[in-house]
């Protein structure tokens, strides 16, 4: 793209088309500057729309947790089987026979297998998982720090 068009003479080289190459070039040129108009169009309605899309959540947050699932009833898809001592599962509330109902964004509806926990625990570590479980037949809202400690695990 950027050799010369002429000889060390300084006459055009007869080994080249110089009238197709300059054309091609404005036009490859051309293209590119559409290109970069393209892109910031795109990075322009992005930030829009994800700016519109935080705005929405954010007023959505501000309701009350009821009215956002007023007919959504949670049912168990897996049960705690294990808590250890001073763990981040510990620390957040867990407790043995602990039913969960919400894990982050997964329940019943949306669970295939413990690697979409274990996924949502690799992607968390160090930020708050909100967490439903159901306890003696009552739900309970807890909030979860997945991170390293002195046991196995993120969770423990």
């Not at 190459?21 to 910031?40: A, F, G």
């Not at 898809?77 to 981040?88: K, N």
């Not at 979409?116 to 979860?144: C, K, N, P, W």
């Amino acid at each position: 793209m950027d050799e010369s068009l002429i000889d060390a003479e300084q006459y055009p080289r007869a080994d080249i088309d110089v009238y197709l190459v300059r054309n091609t070039r404005h036009k490859v040129k051309c293209l590119q500057n559409d290109y970069k108009d393209i892109m910031k169009d795109i990075e322009i309605r992005l930030h829009e729309l994800h700016a519109a899309e935080r705005e929405r959540k954010a007023h959505s947050d501000s309701r009350n947790v009821a009215e956002q699932k007023p007919n959504k009833s949670l049912l168990p898809f897996a049960t705690i089987d294990l808590v250890s001592p001073e763990s981040p599962a510990k620390h957040a509330g867990l407790e043995v026979g602990d039913k969960l109902l919400e894990f982050g964004s997964v329940d019943s509806e949306n669970f295939r297998a413990l690697q979409d926990i274990a996924a949502i625990v690799q992607h968390s570590v160090g930020t708050h998982v909100s967490l439903v479980v159901l306890r003696h037949s009552r739900e309970m809202r807890l909030t979860l720090e997945p991170k390293k400690w002195a046991g196995k695990g993120l969770l423990g």
